[in-house]
């Protein structure tokens, strides 16, 4: 069964998309939407063997894609990644700014070098890949750029890195949607609470016990799906948002809404979007289901 995607075949034939973070997770799951879609995908990541099983399931499907190991922290292997995909496909039609990570810390006990790598992975990063796209091809052709932030919004607690990266990301994006408006390129992003993907197995036992205990935080009570969350991405990138720019699309359940003055009802309403053929429950989530069993 192919990817069951809400959008029409052949939406972006003859698009290049880069999708950092492409070998795993929210990276991976857009990168099959886009492929299915009839896009050329140039997926970025630290490590080639995660990167090549990708595009082996992508050619599988049919899909097109080239692999490129960056580290998005890395100026120069960014450039160079960026001329790759230039010589390889000739042209970049969109950008996925995925690629990212934090871990869980209480603020009092952050290191300032801790601090700084993850200010580095979510938001230096991301603004050397975004005005590296820019000045190399859409400067002169337009384009379409997605970043990826967070459920940031009131704070977030025990993540005040990342908390201020992907915040400092938001009103970049908000900002490179106004000054590079007039090269035709539009800059949006999507904020994600608990998507249910490989990254939550990358966090430590203590991390593990606090991601189960948030569906029932959730107005929708549940875990998001990758699938989900790459739509939103997928409509950002089409034709159809041409007169978005400088937005943000939450995909998070209504997390944000809750209030402490409302009490939230358990139920079982929302029924997630499984659009993604060849997604994988997260192993901690399948371990918590075959103890529940």
């Known amino acids: 069964m192919p990817y069951q995607s809400v959008f029409r075949d052949g939406l972006f034939a003859g698009r290049i998309v880069i999708v950092t973070g492409g070998g795993s997770g929210i990276g991976r799951c857009t990168a099959h939407e886009l492929a299915s879609l009839g896009a050329t995908v140039a ?16 050619e599988a499907d049919g899909g097109r894609c080239s692999t490129h190991v960056c580290d998005i922290r890395d100026e120069t292997q960014v450039m160079a990644s960026i001329d790759a995909v ?10 996925v ?3 990212g990570g934090q871990y869980r810390a209480p603020m009092e006990s952050l290191s300032t070098k801790g601090f700084e790598a993850v200010v580095r992975n979510n938001l230096t990063g991301g603004f050397i890949v975004m005005r590296e796209t820019y000045l190399r091809w859409m400067k002169a052709h337009g384009g379409a750029i997605v970043n990826i932030i967070a459920d940031i919004w009131h704070g977030w607690p025990d993540y005040a890195h990342s908390g201020a990266a992907r915040g400092g990301m938001l009103t970049l994006s908000e900002t490179a949607a106004c000054e590079w408006a007039s090269s035709g390129v539009r800059v949006n992003t999507v904020a994600p609470g608990g998507i249910a993907s490989s990254g939550f197995d990358t966090y430590t036992p203590e991390a593990k016990a606090k991601i189960r205990e ?8 549940r875990y998001g799906t990758e699938a989900e969350l790459s739509a939103a991405i997928v409509f950002l ?26 009490k939230l009802q358990a139920h ?7 659009g993604f053929h060849r997604a994988r429950m ?7 289901k075959e103890t529940d069993a």
């Open 214 to 221: 948030y569906p029932p935080t959730v107005p929708l009570q």
């Open 268 to 274: 079982q309403n929302s029924q997630p979007f499984e």
């Open 282 to 288: 997260p192993e901690m989530l399948q371990a918590q």
């Open 237 to 262: 990138l089409s034709p159809a948002a041409a007169y978005i720019t400088g937005s943000c699309i939450r995909v998070d359940g209504g997390t944000p809404n809750a209030r402490g003055t409302w």
């Open 43 to 58: 997926i970025w990541g630290r490590t080639a063997e995660k990167l090549e099983a990708v595009r082996g399931e992508i």
């Open 97 to 99: 700014n995925n690629a």
């Open 86 to 95: 230039l010589a390889q496909h000739g042209r970049i039609d969109g950008l």
